[in-house]
């Protein structure tokens, strides 16, 4: 157990809706990253927030977005979902930003787009 | 552009035997290198690691080795162990920049060690 928890573990939707993932960072974390696990792109990452304040972009789509809140939380939120969004959508929390602490994954939400 | 490589996308041993799992990066800014191992329906689980300031980092079964002129890690596990079955993901992180501490990511290769 990585101490990163992810809700809900699966979702299953259809196209053009909207759909919140939530993750709650390791106690102490103030980094928050998010990932996307599709069959033919492997893990891209999307998004980072530290103590709130966004941090990075990655590959991550206008459609999608992202807030961490003051209890550290943070939440991906993707609207007007498509079939090509099927993927598993991991969080990660840090420390700190700087790089050389390893990050620890959640479980995952598998999402599916019908 | 794939920064992180692996290009053998999955390996299969005998237990007992030794996994050697490689990965290879074209950018030289990368100094910091962590494998991730990955069962299915669980989140990546944080393996070993190894800084651009050594060539070879070791804990247990797990020896990280670093080849920085030719851009290439590896990771071997001996003794191999039917537990070890997973995908491994070599990654490194963004040290600079507007994407610092981002992991970038290797396709994964699969391993499967049989008993």
């Known amino acids: 157990d990585s101490g990163v928890t992810q809700t809900p573990k699966h979702l299953i939707t259809a196209t053009g809706q909207r759909v919140t993932l939530r993750c709650s960072p390791r106690?102490?974390?103030?980094?928050v990253y998010w990932y996307q696990q599709s069959l033919d792109q492997g893990l891209q990452f999307l998004i980072q927030y530290y103590n709130g304040e966004e941090r990075a972009k990655g590959n991550i789509l206008e459609r999608f977005s992202a807030q961490q809140f003051p209890d550290l939380h943070s939440e991906l939120n993707l609207s007007s979902l498509e079939l090509g969004d099927s993927a598993l959508y991991f969080c990660?929390?840090?420390?700190?930003?700087?790089?050389?602490?390893?990050?620890?994954f959640g479980p995952g939400t598998r999402l599916t787009v019908l | 552009d794939q920064q992180v490589k692996q290009n053998s996308p999955s390996l299969s041993v005998q237990e007992g035997r030794i996994s050697i799992l490689n990965c290879d990066y074209t950018n030289s800014m990368f100094d910091y290198f962590l494998w991730y191992k990955k069962y299915p329906a669980e989140g990546p689980t944080f393996l070993i690691s190894?800084?651009?300031?050594?060539d070879k980092n070791e804990d247990g079964r797990f020896t990280v080795f670093l080849n920085k002129s030719a851009k290439h890690l590896s990771l071997h596990i001996v003794p191999s162990q039917p537990g070890d079955s997973a995908v491994y993901f070599c990654a490194a992180p963004q040290t600079g920049g507007t994407s610092y501490g981002k992991l970038t990511f290797g396709q994964g290769t699969i391993l499967t060690v049989h008993p």
């Open positions: 190894i800084s651009s300031i050594k």
């Open positions: 990660a929390s840090s420390v700190d930003i700087p790089s050389y602490n390893e990050q620890f």
């Open positions: 106690s102490g974390d103030l980094s």
